[in-house]
């Protein structure tokens, strides 16, 4: 438990400062370890995210529905002990967006194209999220420029090669790596 | 029979509220009086804090049916509860009132085939789209 302590006290001076951000990175790791038993850690809305887009880009919209309602729920259950005043302000406002989109993702199975325009909004809260609080994993921004009539949108991706959720099979290779997120 | 004259003593609770709003759209946001015109028309039965009930809202089971669309219209957007969101929220919304015009979403079709005027005119259409585009464009570069 003291172990505990300090390690969210440590990883609390981390965030206040964008200079040691890099050599914070595990201790935010530990401390996110250390508080998953009492609560959902920015891991699990990740992987859920990732489980989304994955099935996105397969076309797959139950699927979709699946990770979009696992996804709202540990948006729910987040755990914010850890989080200093100011990241609990970001979460705030990221929280209840980011949970709507979700729920909408998790409702229309049947309908992937209303499924891609809240993951587009989604991804953007993500986006937001990790890059205030970390990952915890290397992720990558990309982004497809021929989607919503070449207004183009972003997503997160576990992985280097592309992967278009937004169009899916159809072109599933369409999009750049903008920014690496360690 | 019997169920039906029994149902119809069970009456929900009107959606109606003589309060001033302070978290009305209108006070956050620039709301032209042409968009406001279609908003109230079209919108403000189901996401606004007062609905006008229609003569079969009185018969049940219409007005559960009634009721609880306006119950999750409520939840999805509130109009009068706008300016409480967060503005991550707000300019979510802003954007699904954007594609749910332009995909004919909403206003639901049910809604529609009872209500003439929330069948809106490609005008009307573009005036809410555009209006809700810009608003969401402006609130986010003032971030």
Redesign the interface.
Known sequence: MGLAIMVIALGACNYNSTEVKKRGDTTKATATAALAASGTSVKDIVEHYLHIKNALAKDDGNEAANGGKALADVIAQFDQTSLTAEQKKTFADIQGDAKEHAEHISTNAEKIAHQREHFATLSKDVYDLVKTLGAGQTLYNDFCPMYNNNKGATWLSETKDIKNPYLGKTMPTCGTVKETLQ | MVAFIVAQFIQPAHNESGQVMPADISKTVSVPQVVDVVLNTACYDCHSNNTRYPWYAYIQPAGWILNSHIKKGKAELNFNEFGS?????QQ?KL??IA?QVSDD?MPLASYKWLHKKARLSKEEKVLIIDWATKTNESISSGK
């Open positions: 969101y967060p503005l991550r929220r979510s954007k699904s594609s979403a």
